[in-house]
């Protein structure tokens, strides 16, 4: 079945720095990708996402380009900030019976140090 | 902006007791998700609804079962809890359930099972 793989965390970074964190899926057919991050004491939000080859989604400073050739749909941020701190999910779509479903990879901890 | 609202954020219930987890959204949304999060698994989906009355089972619907009696209401019951189903309980819904569509979460309820 579908499926998403994400890196593992946590990643700490200071400051100022780079920020890629890789996501890989596996999906029959066209699904669409997301990225999805928690703030602590938050409830999940979509932070960005692309719904066909090629299509890169951006926020915030945050962006990701959907991958077809290369099942990959890696975030990257070119300075990360404190407020940056919180949990990432990639994430696809699906279809599923009479609606579509979402599914999610493990998460990965992001940590900026001021 | 979409409200999803679930009734409790943190919970402590014993072994066996049936266990009722309630969430609103106030937005006339179709579909109405039960998710659970747990460290290094990310979010695994328990059972979703498409319409009032209409239910599907997700990946782990084991233990669990589901109502949705008016549009805007979905509830997650444990009939018996056990103490593997301490975890973080997320509900979620969408619009009209297409492909490209994102998720509206709740905050989350943290359920412990002594």
């Known amino acids: 079945g579908n499926s998403v793989t994400q890196m593992e965390g946590p990643v700490t970074l200071s400051e100022e720095a780079f920020l890629t964190i890789n996501c890989t899926y596996t999906a029959t057919g066209y699904p669409s990708l997301f990225w999805y991050v928690q703030y602590p004491g938050e409830g999940l939000q979509l932070l960005l996402k692309?719904?066909?080859?090629?299509d890169k989604g951006s926020n915030k400073g945050f962006e990701a380009t959907y991958r077809k050739e290369t099942t990959s749909f890696h975030l990257e941020k070119g300075s990360v900030q404190v407020s940056d701190s919180a949990v990432y999910f990639c994430a696809l779509s699906e279809r599923y019976s009479s609606a579509s479903k979402i599914i999610f990879g493990s998460g990965t901890r992001l940590s900026i140090r001021p | 902006d979409v409200k999803v609202t679930q009734s409790s954020r943190y919970l402590v219930k014993r072994t066996g007791e049936k266990v009722f987890l309630e969430c609103v959204q106030d937005m006339d949304h179709e579909n109405m998700f039960w998710y659970r999060q747990d460290p290094g698994l990310g979010l695994r989906l328990i059972y979703f609804s498409y319409d009032v009355k209409m239910k599907e089972k997700g990946d782990i619907p084991e233990g669990y079962s589901v109502s949705r009696e008016k549009k805007e209401r979905f509830s997650l019951i444990l009939e018996s809890a056990s103490t593997n189903q301490t975890s973080m309980y997320l509900c979620a819904s969408s619009l009209t359930g297409r492909l490209n569509e994102k998720l509206f979460f709740g905050s989350g309820t943290q359920l412990s099972v002594l």
């Open positions: 692309a719904t066909k080859a090629d």
